[in-house]
């Protein structure tokens, strides 16, 4: 039976060493939850570190810590002390971590931790290797593994990976700073589908492989090393029924159930005091913009002076990664603003902010979601951000306001919260007013939207969203209408080229043949070819044909002396072994003239793209221009010139990077067929790589062998994934 293999840096378990014994205990957390029913009910496994380093395991207790994982369905990756220092401390967290929620400044590279990180990457994909069978799915989370698709891909193709990322994807202004970000895009694309939080970090991403990686991406589409992955937006949700539950019961708990922090909580609502308090919970984390809240707050009290006493900030910080220096110092930056906010406005019966650095039980979280009137959550980057949607799960009376940063994923979500810039604390200190002011049915008309939203797209529909959708990713191959063109394949192909009988080749030039170059006029034919082609059309029974939509001048150029029969301009001119050219159709070529300034304006602003100029169409080039400012251009172009020829026979072919005028009159099918009407051949194939040779494929006889060159939908029967694997094909028919 196939499974699911769920890949994070830290298994769902809490493991403590009680001298040498071992107690195990599944955590609460958000991933854990939503996956459950991914991890639990299709025999998975999930694969992490156990928490505990080598030095601290002795083999004996290594293998103790490997038999308790496995009864909670889990594996161990095994990772030493100095692995945690350079992978987790070093390069996700003093690196990846800046880098992707745009700290730049504090973004350190050490080549010591991009080895280590490379390194732990590796052990992760021995373990998954190991433990995978072909037809299992793997699920990998988070950037403390983005090497590990690609290093599993490697190793074992027919698996099916999906990456999820928990953090932004930074614009690529910012990503392109960074050192090994080659490396990094090339490890993820190992994947089939790539999640993230939102459409905004989607686009980032997609950005960053179009500039950096010069893929072709066709919506949400790569095509990459010949594979289709498909990037999409899962927005993250909580267990909120766990969170809706334990409210309820929480509301209906008697005076002596009351946990302490509850009866302090309580003391502070006196009822007719009017007394407003407001939450906020976060890791400590310079993200999460604690200081800029508490300033905020401190501005809020000096512009509003009648809330003195009437006010509470309740503030957790919990405590995280406190070996990596910026935490250091955003823990005695926030320490010393509480200390100067609650020293410049407390009173003897009254203190500003309530802080509270700690990790607290579950029972009190919901105290305190459910005791405050507001909720102040103001991160300056944050991928997602849960504590907003556990806040709105938790009032069950559908009061309370919600105060979020623009820059927190979830406000794409969570639009009836009142958004802030928590850069600015005039608008933080202004909502913050706003929030305390808000009727209370304003509040549960808000609540109600928000609920409706949390409540419907929660943590086990966004596990299983991402799971299925994995899953139809898989199955893009295997739906392509078209066949690898696999050995036995090839076999027949030399076999009929073998037994005697007639036998055509029609054969595209560029992208099919030759790899594409940075200016066209590079493309030419090497040595290699020429004598591959040579070898073939020596064969009595086989005609070799070059098809091209390149112009007689360069065809003629490259294949002066050669005997094959040349078709130039996508069909227009034919040279027939042996021959001179002859034009196969004629055309007229006036309306160049008013066509040619109009695709000159669009090449001179868009830097890198360039005309050709041919016989009979006009080709505007843009393989060396910024991609996405190319996409702009080339749909500008399309509206523009869809003007220019209605009422005319011209039509505009989008090709590889190249989009071409050119009369309807011609096309590449129509020459072929113009060959078939004068020689019967018993054999025919054909091979081509780009829209234009479609109408070779779509038009040539059914029992035709036509062949594509790429993964994209075409009417050919069979393809293939690159110029190298044509050259092979071609070279078992020359040699048969
Ligand atoms: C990363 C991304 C993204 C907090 N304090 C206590 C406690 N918590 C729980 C909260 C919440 C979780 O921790 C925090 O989740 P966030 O989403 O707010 O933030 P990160 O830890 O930075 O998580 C983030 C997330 O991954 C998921 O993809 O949303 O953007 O940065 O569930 O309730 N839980 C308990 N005691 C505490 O003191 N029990």
Excluded at 45 to 55: A, K, M, N, P, V
Excluded at 192 to 199: M, N, V
Excluded at 324 to 335: A, G, N, S
Excluded at 649 to 658: E, P
């Amino acid at each position: 039976m196939n499974k699911t293999i769920i890949v994070s840096n830290r298994l769902p378990l809490q493991i403590k060493l009680d001298g040498s014994e071992l107690q195990v205990t599944p955590s609460v957390g958000g991933l854990a939850t939503g996956m459950k029913s991914v991890h639990r009910n299709s025999n998975g496994l999930w694969i992490g570190w156990s928490g505990l380093t080598d030095e601290e395991l002795h083999p004996e207790l290594s293998k103790k810590v490997e038999r308790a994982v496995s009864k909670e369905q889990c594996a161990t990756v095994n990772l030493n002390k100095e692995d945690i220092k350079h992978y987790y401390y070093g390069f996700s967290n003093r690196m990846l971590w800046p880098l992707f929620h745009y700290f730049i400044e504090y973004a350190e590279f050490s080549m010591t931790s991009w080895e280590t990180y490379k390194r732990v990457n590796e052990k992760f994909a021995e373990v998954v290797i190991a433990r995978a069978n072909d037809g299992d799915k793997i699920w990998i989370h988070d950037y403390q593994l983005l090497l590990l698709p690609q290093l599993i891909k490697e190793k074992r193709p027919h698996l099916s990976i999906g990456f999820f990322l928990h953090i932004p994807f930074p614009s690529f202004e910012i990503f392109r700073t960074f050192p090994k970000r080659k490396e990094i895009l090339e490890g993820m694309l190992g994947a089939d589908l790539l999640g993230f939080h939102t459409y905004d970090y989607e686009r980032h991403f997609l950005s960053s492989v179009k500039r950096i990686l010069h893929c072709d991406v066709s919506f949400n589409k790569i095509n990459y090393q010949n594979r289709t992955i498909k990037v999409d937006s899962f927005p993250m949700g909580i267990d909120y029924s766990k969170f809706e539950q334990a409210a309820l019961k929480h509301n209906n708990q008697s005076e002596e159930e009351k946990s302490e922090v509850q009866k302090r909580l309580d003391d502070h609502l006196v009822p007719g005091k009017d007394v407003k308090m407001v939450l906020s919970i976060d890791r400590l984390d310079y993200t999460k913009g604690i200081p800029n809240r508490i300033r905020a707050f401190e501005y809020f009290l000096t512009k509003y002076p009648q809330y003195k006493e009437k006010i509470r900030l309740i503030m957790l910080a919990v405590p995280s990664r406190s070996k990596v220096p910026q935490y250091k110092r955003l823990k005695e930056e926030t320490d010393e603003l509480v200390g100067r906010v609650n020293g410049a406005f407390s009173t003897v019966s009254w203190t500003p902010i309530w802080y509270f650095f700690r990790t607290m039980p579950f029972e009190n979280l919901i105290d305190l979601y459910t005791s405050c009137d507001i909720a102040l959550i103001t991160p300056v980057r944050d991928g997602m951000n849960l504590v907003a949607k556990e806040y709105v799960a938790t009032r069950t009376n559908n009061d309370g306001v919600l105060v979020l940063s623009e820059m927190a994923g979830a406000t794409k979500e969570l639009n009836e919260a009142i958004h802030i810039n928590p850069y600015d604390l005039e608008d933080m200190a202004n909502s913050l007013k706003q929030a305390i002011d808000m009727p209370l049915e304003e509040q549960q008309r808000r609540m109600k939207s928000l609920k409706k939203r949390v409540s419907r797209y929660d943590v086990k529909k966004w596990a299983s969203d991402f799971m299925s959708s994995l899953n139809d990713t898989h199955n893009t191959l295997s739906t392509m209408e078209a066949d690898p063109l696999d050995n036995s394949l090839i076999t027949s192909f030399t076999e009929a080229i073998n037994s005697n009988e007639t036998c055509v080749l029609f054969l595209d030039y560029d992208g099919t043949l030759v790899n594409f170059s940075e200016r066209p006029e590079d493309a030419i034919p090497d040595p290699k070819l020429l004598e591959l082609l040579h070898d073939i059309n020596e064969k009595p029974n086989v005609d070799l044909v070059i098809i091209s939509g390149r112009d007689q001048k360069s065809l003629n150029n490259w294949f002066k002396n050669t005997p094959f029969t040349l078709i130039s301009d996508h069909g227009v001119s034919m040279r027939s072994k042996g021959e001179n050219w002859k034009i196969l159709e004629r055309l007229n070529t006036d309306w160049m003239e008013d066509i040619k300034p109009v695709l000159e304006s669009f090449a001179d602003r868009t830097p890198g793209s360039f005309i050709e100029e041919k016989n009979f169409s006009l080709a505007w080039h843009y393989r060396n221009a910024d991609i996405e400012l190319a996409q702009k251009r080339l749909s500008e172009i399309n509206t523009v010139l869809t003007s220019f020829i209605s009422n005319t026979d011209l039509t505009l072919l989008d090709g590889n990077k190249v989009l071409e005028v050119k009369s309807s009159k011609v096309n590449k099918g129509r020459a072929c067929n113009y060959m078939l009407q004068q020689h019967k051949y018993q054999h025919i194939f054909a091979f081509g790589d780009d829209w234009t040779d479609e109408f070779m494929f779509e038009d040539l006889p059914k029992h035709a062998h036509t062949v594509k060159v790429g993964l994209q939908k075409t009417k050919a029967r069979y393809y293939l994934d690159s110029v190298e694997q044509v050259r092979t094909v071609l070279t078992a028919i020359a040699k048969s």
